[in-house]
Every structure is written in C-alpha cells, then in structure tokens.
C-alpha cells in the first residue's frame, strides 16, 4: 500500500512540473510567427494523401506553389521545404512521409550549398522541424541522430534555448498573440511573407525577414511554364 501512495505521489509531482513547464512555455515562448509550425500541422493533416513532395530549405518554400503544382501534376502534393533546412532535416522529413503517405510517389530535393552544411551548434534550422513534428519518436529519433549531445537540450526544450532573453519578454503580449487563430493554426503575413497553404510561403525576401537576401520569388513561374 506504502508503495502504490509513493507512486502515486511521484505521478502527481511530475504532473505538476509537466504543467507548469508547458505553462511556462505557452507564456514565455513566442512562436506566433513560425511558418514551419503551419507547414508542419499541415504535413500532419495530409498524412496518408500525400502523392508528390518538395523538400528543401527556404528557397523552394517560397518557390513552389503547391496549387499551381496540384494542376501541373494531376496529383496531390505538398511543400514540407523549412528555412535554413539542412540534409539532417530533409532526411528525417522524407522518411517521416515515406512512411506515412503509401501514395507518396515522388520525392524533389531541393539541393543546395546550404543545405550540405550545418554549423555545429546552429540549433534553428533543426528545432524549427522538430518543435512541430506530430510523432515524438521521430522527434527523438532526429535529435539522437544528427545533433551533438552538448546541444540536444537546446534543440529540445525552448526554454532552455532561449534562456538568454527569454525573462525580458512580455508574456501578456505573447498570449494576446496566441488568439484563436493561432490555436487554428490559421494562416498569416509577416514581414511581407504570407503563408499559403500545404507548406508554401509567398511574398518578397528583404535584409528585414531573411538575413539580407534579396530576391522575389518566381521560381514556380519557371516551374509552370517548363510543365
């Protein structure tokens, strides 16, 4: 009897931390304006429909349309591309819809020079992937495999990522912004890019919104008129 009431002591405790950890997290963490967290909430919802997949870093997210794409293809396709994406990132996506999509039919990578390197405890490009996966074996599974162990803490906890400023936010502001939109994951512009659907982000690259880059995006223009 003595055993089971210290269980469920233990039980009630980590409850308890687990709480206020994801209490802590919903007030202190702003991530109003991720567009991987639309990209992948909406790769979770294609599961199983998806037929035609692009993958890559920043510069096919904002460069194929995946409406246009639907009608060059005849098929139902998705964009699951992330900013800074390295081969880390596109290889955890691609078996997380091979094995998810028994339609999936083809597969684009995106290669680039960016995408072959990835800066020792450079931890966005990765966490932005795997603090929206929908399977937290896969999360896991794409933290043990690809990052050092000094900054897997970092890549997993987003509180102790962003312990450096992470008291000088507001958290009444952040919670004004995570309004029911947010909770519907509904899509949104910010700094002249505008999230679409099924992984694409439209608009103008600026030194304001992708580190001083600057270029439209037209590459899907090319796409139709090579299709």
């Excluded at 009630?12 to 990209?39: E, G, H, M, Q």
């Excluded at 992948?40 to 998806?50: A, P, Q, R, V, Y």
């Excluded at 990052?147 to 958290?171: A, M, S």
């Amino acid at each position: 009897m003595g055993r089971i009431k210290l269980l469920a002591k233990v039980i009630v405790f980590v409850a308890i931390l687990i709480f206020i950890w994801n209490l802590l997290c919903y007030t202190l963490v702003d991530d109003t304006k991720a567009f991987s967290r639309l990209t992948l909430h909406d790769f979770s919802e294609n599961e199983g429909k998806i037929e035609v997949l692009f993958v890559g870093p920043s510069t096919s997210m904002m460069g194929i349309d995946t409406e246009i794409a639907d009608e060059c293809f005849g098929e139902n396709t998705f964009n699951v591309s992330t900013t800074s994406q390295t081969l880390d990132g596109t290889y955890y996506l691609c078996k997380e819809a091979i094995e998810k999509n028994p339609n999936l039919k083809q597969i684009y990578l995106n290669v680039s020079p960016g995408i072959l390197l990835r800066n020792v405890g450079e931890v966005m490009p990765t966490a932005i992937i795997t603090d929206y996966l929908s399977s937290n074996m896969r999360r896991l599974e794409y933290v043990w495999g690809s990052v050092e162990p000094e900054y897997r803490g970092n890549v997993l906890f987003p509180l102790i990522r962003d312990r450096e400023d992470i008291f000088t936010r507001n958290p009444v502001e952040i919670i004004k912004g995570k309004d029911k939109a947010y909770r519907n994951y509904e899509p949104f512009s910010h700094r002249g890019l505008e999230y679409k659907e099924k992984g694409f982000v439209t608009g103008v690259r600026t030194p304001e919104n992708q580190g001083g880059h600057v270029y439209r995006t037209e590459g899907i223009e090319e796409f139709r008129e090579e299709n």
